[in-house]
């Protein structure tokens, strides 16, 4: 009994670090790291005026919400990215509600995703993704900024005096934070002038194949259920992470008291490990390919180009400012990034696919509510939750729920809730969580009647409703907010 409890505690600690392992070693890099820059570039160059322009919350929701919705889509970055960047916006001064949009937009109609679902699972599916991921993000955005409507006046007056007399940007702070984007963008896109190799490097290394061999003995993996496992390239980056996240901690945490050594070499590891981390590797019997794609080859020069300006264009005050602003943000959202993988992947070990067939197989309430839940617990990086979305297909999954788990699995994932409670506060991120679940299961429902043989009509009829219906009720309590206001004042 005691050797069964502990053999079983086993199974879900390596699920848990094999999921950790696997995740920074292939999702961290090239996506979160240049996010965390982002953010920070955002936060300390950027004055409030230039996010507060079409993002604030006194904008025009007319102009506000498209423009959150647009930037979100014009990003196509998954849920672990979007969060730092959400954070950036949030802190610089935009509005609750299209802060709120723009987390929920930007992972969940990812260009990429919503492309490659539609070649493995069906255009019809992915439109509809795209359609009623809009129109929910932005209602979800303005109910949010309704109901915490005071609390967010408040954060408007905070950052006034937090960014007060910032100046407009300099061209060179222009050209910085369009590089930052560029360097993400060259990361994570998957188009074939990226992907396609240019030159190769042979090197006479014979001993990666059976570091290789051994890293998927430690790290056991199922791709059939989304488990990507460790390279040893991977493995490589993880030990380069601790690294920077050393040095990080004695160049920039007092970073105020003067730069040093530990901060000039920190920012070189990051340009390293980047490098690394978009280079081919192919292990071969005596031998190492190393494979210069479209991809290392941009991160390379991009790399360069940021430093230089980093040393040379930046003046000292912007510099730190954004070293500090980017630390900031890692320490305020990595360990519970981690934490949350590691939890995903101890849950994922108790969970069958199989149950799916007999919870979702009908277009129900509690079918597409099933499938939300679902998403919380079974995150998957963008792009590895298509072939699993059609793994879930044909266990026997309705494409109702299919939907509403896709909507909302870059939405609900544990560590995403973790992380965006640590950023605008626990109520106000679990109410958000509750509006994603409701909105989610209803998407599902509504795409679901359609497959059912529901006519396009009558869905459009339904979806038309709820959003009049859910129109008015804004409307009202809007109303009521501003007579309350009114009475209120002296």
């Known amino acids: 009994m005691f050797e069964t409890i502990f053999d079983f505690l086993v199974r879900l600690l390596s699920s848990g670090l094999g999921n950790l392992a696997a995740y920074l070693a292939a ?9 965390f820059y982002i953010a920070g570039a955002m936060a300390a160059l950027i004055p409030k005026e230039t996010v507060t322009r079409y993002l604030g919350r006194n904008t025009p929701k007319i102009i506000s919400y498209p423009a959150s919705a647009a930037a979100g889509f014009l990003l196509a970055v998954c849920s672990c990215t979007v969060i730092p960047l959400f954070a950036g916006i949030y802190k610089k001064g935009a509005g609750l509600g299209p802060a709120i949009t723009f987390l929920f937009v930007a992972p969940a109609i990812n260009i990429l995703a919503l492309s490659y679902t539609g070649t493995v699972i069906g255009m019809d599916l992915a439109f509809a993704r795209l359609v009623l991921s809009i129109a929910f993000g932005i209602g979800i955005g303005i109910i949010m900024a309704l109901i915490f409507h005071k609390a967010d006046a408040a954060h408007d007056q905070a950052t006034d005096s937090m960014f007060a007399g910032q100046s407009s940007m300099r061209r060179s ?20 002038l990226l992907k396609q190799t240019y030159f190769a490097v042979e090197l006479p290394i014979s001993s990666l194949g059976r570091f290789q061999d051994w890293l998927f003995q430690v790290v056991p993996f199922d791709a059939s259920r989304g488990e990507e496992g460790v390279t040893a390239q991977g493995a490589f980056l993880i030990v380069m992470l601790v690294l920077i996240g050393i040095t990080s901690w004695k160049g920039i945490e007092n970073i105020f008291e003067g730069f040093s050594i530990w901060t000039w070499l920190s920012i070189v590891l990051v340009g390293l490990t980047l490098f690394f981390a978009s280079l081919g590797i192919s292990p071969a019997t005596g031998s190492l390919t190393l494979q210069f794609t479209g991809k290392s080859i941009g991160v390379l020069l991009v790399t360069i180009l940021l430093g230089w300006m980093l040393k040379t264009q930046l003046t000292e005050d912007e510099t730190r400012d954004f070293l500090w602003e980017s630390w900031r943000f890692v320490k305020q959202i990595f360990p519970l990034l981690v934490v949350g993988v590691f939890v995903v992947g101890m849950i994922r070990e108790l969970i069958q696919p199989e149950w799916i067939q007999t919870l979702a197989g009908s277009n129900t309430v509690f079918g597409n509510f099933i499938g939300v839940i679902f998403g919380v617990f079974m995150y998957f990086p963008t792009l590895v939750e298509v072939p699993i979305a059609q793994m879930f297909l044909s266990l026997g999954m309705h494409r109702g729920p299919l939907l509403a788990y896709l909507i909302s699995d870059p939405e609900l994932s544990l560590q995403s809730i973790l992380i965006t409670a640590s950023i605008i506060g626990r109520l106000k991120a679990w109410v958000y969580v509750a509006w994603v679940t409701l909105f989610s299961t209803l998407a599902g429902l509504l795409y679901g009647a359609w497959v059912d043989g529901t006519s396009l009509g009558l869905v459009s009829l339904y979806l038309l409703a709820i959003l009049i219906l859910l129109t008015l009720s804004l409307w009202f309590v809007s109303r009521q907010n501003k007579a309350k206001t009114a009475t209120l004042r002296p």
Request: net charge negative; proline share 3%; with cysteine.
């Open 27 to 35: 999702h961290v890099l090239l996506c979160l790291l240049p996010a």
């Open 173 to 192: 702070t222009v050209v910085f934070l369009l590089l930052l984007v560029a360097l993400l963008i060259v990361g994570t896109f998957q188009i074939e």
